[in-house]
């Protein structure tokens, strides 16, 4: 059974939603410090006729420090729905499919979310609704499971039956892949499909959100997210080569 853990994302590329794809279970990990300063957890890229734009979601001060996602509070008087729905209306009006999702979407800066992992979760859970993903989905928070960095998944992989656990390539830089296999489970990475599709406002940009691949797309989108994956000593040796 493939497992995958990722911290929840605000409607993030299509690459994330590989790695749904691939996963039998996806984790989100949302009891994990939220990251300082920019990041994926609270912001998403854009393209418009000029040029490409961040939408970042405003949060509240944290009173303490290393807050958790889960913990993290949306500040609702930056008037930030109106902001972000125009800016996606812009990006994204002309588009063929874009009267599809356009109530989904007007849906979200519509609701009242409690807090930034209830936004970052259920926008993704429509997404993939929308894409006709079957996966299953559970929260880390859920687990009550502790650890280390790599310890703890090997952990929530070991509690979920996992056979193999698919990992984002960023977390290649700490992973310690012999614990994984210790217990008998295989590490794989992603190896994302950047291949383009019609797209407007100049070249392509394959970073921005998927929701841009839907408007665009429609039906067809899902046949754009390819979740193919590498074992873990192949782009090791990969990255090792591409260094000297």
């Not at 040029?51 to 009173?63: N, Q, S």
């Not at 999702?101 to 209830?118: C, F, K, Q, S, V």
């Not at 979760?121 to 609704?129: F, G, K, S, W």
Request: one cysteine or more; proline letters at 4%; charged letters at 20%.
């Amino acid at each position: 059974m493939n497992v995958v853990i990722n911290q929840p994302c605000y409607l993030p590329w299509r690459g994330y939603f590989a790695l749904i794809m691939s996963a039998d279970v996806f984790v989100f990990y949302d009891d994990v410090q939220l990251p300082q300063g920019r990041s994926f957890q609270t912001r998403v890229q854009i393209k418009t006729r000029y040029g490409k734009k961040w939408l970042t979601v405003p949060l509240i001060r944290a009173r303490k420090k290393n807050q958790l996602i889960l913990e993290a509070q949306i500040h609702e008087q930056s008037k930030w729905r109106k902001k972000h729905y125009r800016a996606i209306q812009d990006s994204l009006s002309l588009c063929l499919y874009w009267t599809t999702y356009e109530p989904m979407i007007r849906e979200w800066y519509n609701y009242t979310w409690n807090g930034l992992a209830d936004l970052t979760i259920q926008t993704t859970l429509d997404i993939v609704t929308s894409l006709g993903i079957k996966t299953k989905f559970l929260k880390s928070s859920e687990l009550d499971i502790k650890g280390g960095k790599t310890e703890r998944l090997v952990e929530i992989c070991k509690c979920l039956g996992a056979t193999k656990y698919i990992s984002p390539t960023g977390s290649l830089k700490y992973m310690q892949h012999e614990l994984f296999e210790d217990v008998g489970i295989e590490v794989e990475y992603m190896n994302y499909d950047n291949s383009p599709y019609s797209q407007a406002f100049g070249s392509f940009d394959p970073f921005v959100t998927i929701l841009d691949l839907l408007a665009n797309l429609g039906p067809d989108a899902n046949h754009h997210i390819k979740a193919a994956t590498i074992p873990w000593r192949q782009i090791v040796a990969l990255q090792f080569k591409n260094e000297k």
